[in-house]
Structure formats: structure tokens, C-alpha cells
């Protein structure tokens, strides 16, 4: 897939345009020469030009580098998301697909594309967690001035659902099922991710 065909659709669609803050939906998304160059010296990129000395290797070469460690990846991550995309498979491509450095920036970044700040005015959107579940979503909540809302699990680590349809209000943006639960280790029936 070409760079143009890449930024062909910026504008937001589907469910999450409807829900994401609007500062967010009005963003207009960093460009850098990865869109319209791909290969080549990328001085703006602050690359090496010259690569990192070489690693030992059979080769006399003092540049033979096939890692290609000088370099910034591909920012739109094409190559991982469809291979996982292929592993997955059930017709998901890679533009439904997020790719991060571990949970911990996917968790923040929903926050901060969902939920607007303000809990310790008195005010602001909310998350709401099941514990005992993952300790992560609160950090986050916190750092990004988030309340939390809580509707624990049952002694069997299994989800109230009346009880979390009930708790949900104006506020709450974001609810973050945990499965299999962590700490829990328990699985999440999929019938109950319906209901919700």
C-alpha cells in the first residue's frame, strides 16, 4: 500500500466519532516525510545516514547493516497489522487493527481520546472497572484526572452485569473488561460482553 493511499479517508466514522472529545476529532494528524517518502536519507527524521557501525557479521563490509537499526519503522506499523490481521483472521484488516507499546499506552490513549479531564474539579468523565482487575486503568484514570467508577466482581471473579448496566451514568466513557481477569485469571463469558 502506497503512503497516498494510506491518508486517502482522515475523517473520523463509525462509533468512535460519535463518542471521541471533540479537541480530539479535530485534530489534524502530524505529517513527517514517512508520508511522502518512504526510502532514501530522511534528514528530517534525524537519522544516520551512515547507520550504526557494523554488528559482527561474516561480511568484510564495515556498513553491511541489513537490520536497518538507523531508521525510524514505518509510523502506520503496515507490516505487524497484517500479519496480525492473517493470524487472526475473521475478515479483520488493518486499519480496524491498534498496535502499541503494550497495554499500558492503549489504555491511556483511550482515556485521553474519550474521556474529558476534570474529577478533581468536581466534574469530567468517568471510567468504570470491575475489580479486582487490572491496576493500570486507575493509574491512567488518575494521571489523565478521570473518575472511576467501580462495580466489583462477584466472589466467582464473574461480572455483575444488571449491576453494571445500572451504574453506568452520563459520565461513564469508558468501561474496561479485564479477560482473562488480571489478577483473576478468569475468562469473560462472551454472552455478558453482549448484554453490556
Not at 145 to 161: E, G, Y
Amino acid at each position: 500500500m502506497s503512503n497516498q493511499e494510506e491518508k486517502k479517508d482522515s475523517s473520523p466514522t463509525g462509533r468512535a466519532a460519535l463518542l471521541a472529545r471533540p479537541n480530539v476529532l479535530a485534530l489534524h494528524p502530524y505529517r513527517c516525510a514517512r508520508d511522502d517518502y518512504d526510502s532514501g536519507i530522511l534528514l528530517d527524521a534525524n537519522e544516520n545516514a551512515l547507520g550504526p557501525t557494523s554488528l559482527p557479521s561474516n561480511s568484510l563490509d564495515p556498513y553491511d547493516n541489513s537490520m536497518l537499526l538507523e531508521r525510524y519503522p514505518c509510523p502506520y506499523q503496515r507490516t505487524i497489522k497484517q500479519l496480525l490481521c492473517d493470524y487472526r483472521g475473521g475478515g479483520i484488516g488493518p486499519e480496524n487493527m491498534f498496535v502499541g507499546v503494550g497495554s499500558d499506552e492503549a489504555i491511556d490513549l483511550l482515556i485521553r481520546i474519550f474521556c474529558a479531564p476534570g474529577a478533581t474539579a468536581g466534574g469530567g468523565d468517568a471510567i468504570m472497572v470491575t475489580p479486582p482487575t487490572y491496576g493500570m486503568y486507575k493509574v491512567c484514570a488518575n494521571v489523565n484526572d478521570v473518575a472511576i467508577q467501580t462495580v466489583p466482581l462477584t466472589p466467582d471473579f464473574d461480572l455483575k452485569v444488571p449491576e453494571i448496566l445500572q451504574a453506568v451514568t452520563s459520565e461513564t466513557k469508558l468501561l474496561f473488561i479485564c479477560s482473562p481477569g488480571n489478577p483473576t485469571a478468569k475468562s469473560i463469558p462472551i454472552s455478558d460482553i453482549r448484554t453490556i
